[in-house]
């Protein structure tokens, strides 16, 4: 697939002066349109050693305005992103709407120099991939544009491309015995790029090949095709708000109404007496576990979902009261921020993913996707369809990072709900979270009550299944909720021991 | 000045179950009502090993409402962190405006620690608190409300606290060796902490020194006093707000006109020939510095100020062009997002404070406080005339880690502005760069003169001067900010061989 990046491609000065000139103009004047738009772009340079990747990103910051645009150069990650899940660095680096971001060393240079380094086999590399794609599926699904560019080198090109910059003290430096080492291995590093480049390119992501040897001509011709990419997606992004109006949603999913939260015992219930024999007993165990789970380097993120007043925070204070506030953080899900929403919705819980033994807790979280955003109308079928598996996937990398997740619904039903909202309004400090729009929510207990049963249904998985809560008995609802991360702690801590 | 926490205050069972009840519902009615207020409230529990620093924290994550707090736990620092001036751990995690920032472990840590262990001598502390005092006085002055809270312990109080914490094997693991080393330099920890105390109690921002022996006491008498600092605050934020229309302004400065801006000679400009071979010279130049810097891990900030149309986008392109785009960014500075307007002014500049060797340019920057929030009013005189020292603070930290720091202002007159403007209509790419705004500024030049004259009177240090560009030639401009770059990178690398 690399024989069309052989041909010996070249530009000359004098065109390329040309050429470039113009080039440049057009970049400018289409970022110009871009800061407009409702997306971010994507640009991934990469390719063999010697292929000229730093040239051709100079170039490009030379060429476009470098106020929106920046350039992502990830090498060794920090201890800061060591202790989240390998996708975090570049969670934190996605570009905004309007903007370009380009990397250099992407989420391939690992997958890649593992592989070619042996360090990985085909299957491990073959999830990688998977991952990879999930991820820019996810950012393409919302209107982000990826733009992937390999610079190509023939393997005598690399080699002289190589001695030419030991050559020049001026460039000397760039070669290191890195560089040596990966030499002797161009056959292996093409072979494994030639699978990567097959599996990941997609409709909406697809791979550029380049011919690196002559800087000018790999500069223009990356150019030049960000150029024509940017220009397609903003026509595409018009035409799109202009259509639609007219466009149909999909049909309705047509998952059948379960009945998980029906099925509930909702008349379970604990004594006050054994209430507080049994939360002391959990608190003092889950202070121990909390930790070992620290002392080991083994961070959790906790999910509360359910319905207004069924007392969420009540739950995660009976957690937080045994541990050590110095080791979690409540982070409570309200309206995103400028910059949360100018970013994919999963970004702004990916910023609050623990360091290494630490525990985040969510009140509120990205099932909000698929609660408040479908039933208010807030976001559209396509995308609160797409999210259950988008979100499947995001949990997976935390698991993968050896993560606990636990994920409540506190169920309580509607009449217990009216009276707690009365009791609350009777309470001064409690006032205030009562409102008139959470009388409104309960008008459609029955809209919410199919979301949630089509959440649970499709987003429990063997390894970050949903804890059904029965709720209408806080004390119950309590025990049961610090219990299970009881359990759950013994269980990690024992697997790893 | 401890003699007042050694009189072995406690609070019995019963007593502090009834307190503590009252307590909280007024913590969560005042937090409740903080959430509306436009400034951020900081809380520093510090204090001898032993007493109960944990316990409090954990008792205040109880009352309060922890979506709106959060616990900042700072030991030691992150790669990220270290690479970067000493304070910007700290400002990274400063809760916004309206929320709870608990830190444990905080600017008091290091100080005290290093100068207990004689890692430190007295002037080098006290060059340290005067550093803590300056960024206090910087919060306090927006507004933040700082509570801090010293827990106190007696030597045989100690002695015996960290005894029975050693026996209990639920707390065992609590004791560290450092503890018991602690301990023995006791008296000096003592005398140190009086010190500091004494010399960081200020006004906005005193110190509460608090009993530790009993943690129904302590806790009670730190929320205590969180309660009723905040209640105060909000009380004073609003009668301000009442009377704000009555407030007279401080007068206005009485800095006389300088005229350092009338005393540059614009005609100096460069042939074309000239030009062309002085910018590939020091283009040259400067790729091989910002090699070596990067090699040494010093970085630079670049600060570009200058009149509409002064070049300033042109003179960083010409730097730009012969640095690596993976070692810089280019910041600018526009309308702030809301997560920067939820801080100090000077937060959003902190953030982009480059790692070790990498190089940050702001096109725009801090000094638009003095500009265009002077001339244009949306700083208040007392805002704008105290940022001219927080300014220099804040540079200073710079420097003190080693940052290599220029500030360049680009100084057309106005009827070279005009003519640009005019050209700029013609280029198609450029159109969108000139707006009825522009025209509008045009109107306040004297004002903006004198604010520019001013800002470099007072901000022009020895250390980070100002560097005033003649820049109605654009080409003399271009290779005088180039020129001056390298020979700060020299003089800096020259010093560190």
């Known amino acids: 697939m690399f024989e069309v990046a052989e041909l010996g491609h070249t530009v000359d000065k004098s065109a390329y002066k040309e050429k470039s000139a113009q080039l440049r103009t057009e970049l400018l004047t289409i970022q110009n349109q871009l800061r407009g738009c409702p997306f971010p772009v994507i640009i991934i340079i990469s390719g063999v050693?010697?292929?000229?990747?730093?040239?051709?990103i100079n170039k490009l910051n030379e060429w476009l305005d470098p106020h929106y645009m920046r350039t992502i150069a990830l090498s060794e990650a920090s201890d800061e992103e060591r202790e989240r899940p390998k996708f975090w660095r570049y969670w934190r680096t996605l570009p905004s709407k309007g903007t370009i971001g380009v990397y250099v060393g992407s989420w391939y240079s690992d997958p890649i120099a593992q592989r070619v380094y042996q360090k990985s086999d085909d299957n491990t590399l073959q999830a990688e991939l998977n991952q990879i794609n999930q991820l820019e599926e996810l950012l393409t699904n919302d209107n982000a544009l990826i733009i992937k560019?390999?610079?190509?080198?023939?393997?005598?090109?690399?080699?002289?491309?190589?001695?030419?910059?030991?050559?020049?003290?001026?460039?000397?430096?760039?070669?290191?015995?890195?560089?040596?080492q990966h030499l002797g291995l161009y056959d292996d590093f093409i072979s494994?790029?030639?699978?990567?480049?097959?599996?990941t390119s997609k409709a909406a992501a697809p791979w550029l090949i380049v011919e690196g040897s002559d800087?000018?001509?790999?500069?223009?011709?990356?150019?030049?095709?960000?150029?024509?990419?940017?220009?397609?997606?903003?026509?595409?992004?018009?035409?799109?708000?202009?259509?639609?109006?007219?466009?149909?949603?999909?049909?309705?999913?047509?998952?059948?109404?379960?009945?998980?939260?029906?099925?509930?015992?909702?008349?379970?219930?604990?004594?006050?007496?054994s209430y507080r024999k049994q939360l002391e007993k959990y608190q003092g165990k889950l202070n121990e576990l909390s930790r070992h789970a620290l002392a080991a380097k083994h961070s959790s993120i906790l999910v509360f979902e359910g319905w207004d007043a069924a007392g969420k925070g009540g739950a995660i204070r009976r957690l937080t009261e045994s541990m050590d506030a110095r080791h979690y953080q409540v982070i409570s899900?309200?309206?995103?921020?400028?910059e949360e929403r100018a970013h994919h919705y999963l970004w702004r819980f990916w910023r609050h993913i623990p360091r290494a033994g630490k525990v985040t807790i969510y009140d509120r979280s990205w099932y909000g996707r698929v609660l408040v955003e479908r039933v208010e109308g807030l976001a559209k079928a396509e995308q609160?369809?797409?999210?259950?598996?988008?979100?499947?996937?995001?949990?997976?990398?935390?698991?993968?990072?050896?993560?606990?997740?636990?994920?409540?619904?506190?169920?309580?039903?509607?009449?217990?709900?009216?009276?707690?909202?009365?009791?609350?309004?009777?309470?001064?400090?409690?006032?205030?979270?009562?409102?008139d729009e959470d009388y409104r929510n309960r008008e459609k207990w029955s809209?919410?009550?199919?979301?949630?049963?089509?959440?649970?249904?499709?987003?429990?998985?063997?390894?970050?299944?949903?804890l059904l809560v029965e709720?209408?008995?806080?004390?119950?609802?309590?025990?049961?909720?610090?219990?299970?991360?009881?359990?759950?702690?013994e269980k990690m801590l024992d697997e790893h021991n």
């Open 333 to 338: 899900i309200a309206a995103p921020t400028d």
């Open 49 to 56: 050693d010697g292929g000229g990747k730093g040239e051709v």
């Open 447 to 466: 809209d919410y009550q199919k979301a949630v049963n089509e959440m649970i249904a499709r987003t429990s998985t063997s390894k970050s299944p949903w």
């Open 215 to 273: 800087n000018r001509y790999s500069s223009l011709t990356v150019g030049q095709h960000i150029l024509e990419r940017i220009r397609r997606h903003i026509q595409r992004h018009e035409i799109t708000v202009l259509a639609s109006a007219d466009l149909a949603e999909p049909p309705a999913s047509q998952v059948e109404q379960y009945n998980l939260l029906d099925a509930l015992d909702l008349s379970l219930k604990l004594e006050k007496s």
């Open 471 to 489: 709720a209408n008995d806080k004390y119950h609802a309590r025990v049961k909720v610090i219990k299970a991360y009881c359990e759950a702690l």
């Open 149 to 180: 560019c390999w610079l190509h080198l023939k393997k005598d090109m690399q080699v002289k491309r190589l001695k030419q910059l030991a050559k020049d003290p001026a460039t000397s430096w760039r070669v290191t015995d890195k560089d040596r």
């Open 384 to 435: 609160w369809q797409r999210a259950y598996s988008e979100i499947i996937n995001f949990e997976e990398a935390m698991l993968a990072h050896g993560i606990v997740i636990m994920k409540f619904w506190l169920h309580i039903d509607r009449d217990e709900q009216l009276e707690r909202f009365k009791r609350r309004e009777q309470i001064s400090y409690k006032q205030f979270k009562i409102t």
């Open 192 to 199: 494994v790029a030639e699978n990567v480049l097959t599996e």
